[in-house]
């Protein structure tokens, strides 16, 4: 099992799951995080960190963020990994509660 940044991260980017992962296996993109499933070790530490819920485990993906597992892989091959929580974007407040985000993912 793995967990996965879904779609509440984009245009958030808040890190606080960052700042807690053991193993830096968060990697950042320009307006959202993801996690590399490889990298991973299950210890669910980041889940409950996340102010906008959008960490969850592969086992446990919310109905319609089904593509989510695929993009977190992809992503984390192409996006820096880092260890420290990024700036959030200034306007992340405006973006929390905004759904159906996935057209905004800046890749």
Not at 4 to 21: A, R, T
Not at 40 to 62: Q, R, S
Not at 70 to 76: D, F, G, M, P
Request: aromatic share 6%; with cysteine; glycine share 4%.
């Amino acid at each position: 099992m793995t967990f996965l940044v879904g779609e509440n991260c984009i245009k958030c980017k808040l890190g606080d799951c960052v700042e807690v992962c053991p193993v830096d296996c968060f990697h950042e993109g320009p307006n959202m995080l993801v996690i590399n499933p490889d990298e991973c070790i299950d210890c669910a530490l980041c889940e409950p960190e996340c102010p906008v819920d959008a960490i969850f485990a592969d086992d446990e993906i919310p109905e319609g963020q089904e593509g989510f597992l695929e993009l977190n892989i992809e992503l984390s091959e192409i996006w820096p990994v880092i260890s420290e929580a990024p700036e959030p974007p200034e306007d992340a407040d405006e973006w929390r509660e905004v759904k159906n985000k996935l057209k905004y993912l800046e890749r």
